[in-house]
């Protein structure tokens, strides 16, 4: 067997040096039939057999396809058991109209027979010339490097970036990261493919009716505010400079005057460009500086001239997109009260390719502590920002997350419009094409966050992250005295004594006292080991005892009944401690005024997530699931979320902090839910409350849970019991559970931080 398996892989090599190419013929096995050369499915199982040659290991297919719609298509591999949904992948999809594409896929080595099902309904499309190609690795690499270039602007500058930022992965995540980046890049594995969010743009792109209705819901606003966008100029080429303007110009709403201010750019084309749109529109004003002084004072000069209620925030090669104004207006006749409103932004190449989506949540005062997340496209109001005296100088490369930090001292009223309403240009020149390490931008930033540390009154310290230019941690100093009650419930829990030994070697100089909940223990070691512990650590030790069928929520109610401490900590008996740091910062956190629970970064023995934050409606049973579940712990998630501290709408009680007082208020645990989503219910309810439930990436603890214990392998009276908690859960917050203001609506529900598109390649 073994010799087989090394045959095999030895020919999974040769073949790819090779680049061996393969005609693969389409045999109809179910729900298909030709008819006038195209393939008509009739059911909702339409699958093809795949006949003639083929390798395992990586190959790059292509084929020609015709379809009025899009067509998942996904493939099955036999490795001598037959075809099952586990050894299964959607790869690609067809996409409308006449066309011809390539993917990368992987084959597993062994593989007999492949199948390959187009859609999951009746339709008609056309596929022909389907041909595989062995490739190896290191063709994956290089495809994955020259989507990056093309992106990005291929250039020096651009390439030395990518070099850098692959030896600062290497040196922080190791080879693996490499690896898993170059196949996300190509849409291998990954959430967001760069195939499924060009269907996202299809699919959300305005109409031209949508457009005629936009204009006449414009006219019926009763409310019609200017907005000035602030655009300083310095030495842009004119190309992206025409584009940058061209799309204010473009805007459906007409109420905006465009504030430009020229920072004493020498080349020539700078001024002639501005005073041919200033002479063609009224509504562009400009001022030409005689001295350069950065974006700053560029911005201000922009500034002084601005008469509109509100300023939108424009970087003279980035484009804004048609409807971008006209959103934040709509929002505005809704919500007058706004004084700071943020968009989702992407990506646009200098080929004009719209590419890396960045879906933001909704306003998290924490997030924006770690990174400058609210970014683009940002709108003000102008009252705001002239009382704090505009844009800092000496904030250079990071003025307008400064602004942000300092607009959102002053007021609640922060809105967020999830819809991709700004495209960021990726030239070598940008910040966009790729942040250098520790570069001017990060400093400035750095400031900015240390800044708004001293205004706040914040007792802490900022912590950077090597390897992540641009990202902050802001811990909080412990510096209360108040008694934390550590809850501990276990029914001979064969991991308790290593959960102890974790926790007591880290709480030396703490104080502490912990509460085992020994609910129906019924082994003599168990029993042996309360007496080891409560020699240790006495009067710190509570056991009690609560003879009464499993129910988790009735458990923790009873122990806080018991506890004496100011501050609560829930924790699993499985979990063992492995940040040394980790009491004071949580207590850090726990005891501000405005957070209710703060959890923790949990991960299996094996490296990889099990907690970091719960979205709500995510998975099966639309109750409550992590985005990030069983990525490697080095993982910087999505748009650095598992570097990030933020703001969550529930965190799992298997380690959970939270002010006694708070449990009390909000009436502790629900006992309906005994087993599952308690800790969701009680986290909604602090939220109810206005509270903030917070996440720290940075205590970390390994959760011994299975990692196998996922619905499929429940028992079907425990999958009952799940599922009827899960309605439980529905009916009490109804549609709050699917729609969690710190994950974007344009993210699907079924695969955490997928784009959420009609037709999905997720399923």
Wanted: glycine letters at 6%.
């Amino acid at each position: 067997m073994k010799l087989g398996r090394f045959k095999n892989k030895i020919t999974s090599v040769i073949t790819g040096i090779f680049r061996i190419k393969t005609k693969i013929r389409l045999e109809p096995i179910s729900d298909l039939r030709k008819l006038e050369g195209k393939w008509v499915s009739e059911g909702n199982d339409p699958a093809f057999l795949l006949e003639g040659n083929f390798f395992g290991g990586w190959n790059k297919i292509s084929y020609c396809s015709q379809s009025e719609e899009y067509i998942p298509m996904k493939i099955y591999w036999d490795i001598g058991e037959g075809f099952s949904e586990k050894d299964s992948k959607v790869i690609c999809t067809i996409m409308p109209g006449n066309l011809k594409h390539e993917q990368f896929i992987y084959i597993p080595v062994g593989t007999t027979n492949l199948r390959l099902d187009p859609g999951e309904r009746e339709l008609t499309f056309g596929l022909e010339n389907l041909y595989f190609r062995k490739t190896t690795r290191l063709d994956v690499l290089l495809a994955s490097f020259s989507r990056i270039l093309m992106e990005r602007g291929g250039s020096l500058v651009t390439f030395k970036n990518i070099i850098n930022k692959t030896y600062r992965t290497y040196k922080t995540q190791g080879l693996k990261a490499i690896w898993r980046k170059a196949k996300s890049t190509l849409g291998i594995d990954s959430e967001t493919s760069a195939q499924d969010y060009q269907i996202w743009i299809i699919q959300n792109q305005l109409s031209d009716e949508e457009k005629l209705k936009i204009n006449g819901e414009v006219e019926q606003f009763t409310y019609k505010p200017l907005i000035s966008i602030i655009l300083p100029v310095y030495n842009v080429d004119e190309v992206w400079l025409r584009k940058c303007i061209d799309s204010v110009i473009n805007q459906i709403y007409p109420n905006w005057e465009l504030c430009i201010a020229d920072d004493a750019s020498p080349k020539p084309h700078i001024k002639k460009v501005l005073r041919e749109y200033s002479e063609r529109d009224a509504r562009i004003k400009v001022v030409f500086r005689e001295k350069n002084g950065h974006i700053s004072e560029s911005s201000n000069t922009a500034l002084s001239i601005s008469q509109g209620e509100f300023i939108g925030l424009l970087d003279n090669d980035d484009e804004l997109s048609i409807d971008a104004l006209y959103e934040n207006v709509r929002l505005l006749n809704e919500h007058p009260d706004a004084d700071m409103i943020y968009s989702d932004e992407d990506k646009i190449s200098v080929e004009g390719v719209r590419n890396s989506p960045f879906f933001k949540p909704d306003w998290s005062p924490d997030l924006l502590m770690t990174h400058m997340y609210v970014c683009h496209f940002g709108v003000y109001r102008t009252s705001l920002v002239k009382k704090i005296g505009g844009f800092r100088k000496g904030l250079e490369g990071s003025q307008d997350f400064d602004l942000a930090l300092r607009v959102s001292e002053l007021t609640h009223n922060i809105y967020h419009i999830p819809k991709i309403l700004y495209h960021w240009r990726t030239i070598p020149e940008s910040t966009a094409s790729g942040p250098g390490a520790k570069n001017y931008t990060h400093y400035a930033g750095l400031k900015a966050v240390n800044d708004a540390i001293q205004r706040r009154g914040i007792d802490g310290y900022i912590e950077e992250l090597e390897g992540y230019s641009n990202f902050y941690r802001v811990h909080y100093n412990n510096r209360v005295d108040s008694l934390v009650s550590i809850i501990i419930p276990t029914r001979d829990g064969v991991l308790l004594d290593q959960c102890l030994n974790s926790l007591t070697k880290t709480l030396l100089d703490k104080k502490y006292e912990i509460i085992i909940v020994n609910n129906g223990s019924s082994l003599r070691d168990t029993y042996l080991l309360f007496e080891k512990w409560k020699s240790i650590l006495k009067d710190q030790l509570k056991i009690i005892t609560v003879d009464e069928p499993f129910n988790y929520a009735r458990i923790n109610n009873i122990a806080v009944e018991n506890a004496s401490g100011e501050l609560l900590l829930l924790l699993n008996d499985d979990i063992e401690v492995i940040s040394t740091n980790w009491f004071d910062d949580m207590v850090g956190q726990a005891v501000r005024e405005e957070i209710g629970a703060v959890g923790a970064f949990l991960m299996y023995p094996d490296k990889t997530i099990q907690h970091s934050g719960l979205t709500l409606g995510l998975g099966k049973q639309r109750a409550a699931g992590d985005g990030h579940h069983n990525r490697p712990i080095t993982d910087p998630g999505y748009f650095g979320a598992m570097l990030s501290v933020k703001n969550v709408s529930a965190v799992t009680a298997a380690c959970l902090m939270v002010k006694k007082k708070l449990y009390l208020e909000v009436g502790g645990m629900d006992e309906k839910l005994s087993v599952a989503y308690n800790d969701v219910d009680f986290c909604l309810k602090l939220r109810s409350e206005s509270y903030l439930n917070i996440w720290l990436p940075y205590v970390q603890m390994i959760h011994h849970e299975s990692k196998t214990r996922g619905d499929d392998l429940l028992s079907n009276e425990k999958l009952i019991r799940l599922n009827k908690e899960a309605l439980y859960l529905q009916n009490k917050w109804g549609n709050i559970l699917l729609e969690d203001p710190y994950y974007n609506p344009n993210l699907s529900l079924d695969t955490g931080y997928a784009l959420n598109i009609e037709g999905s390649l997720i399923k």
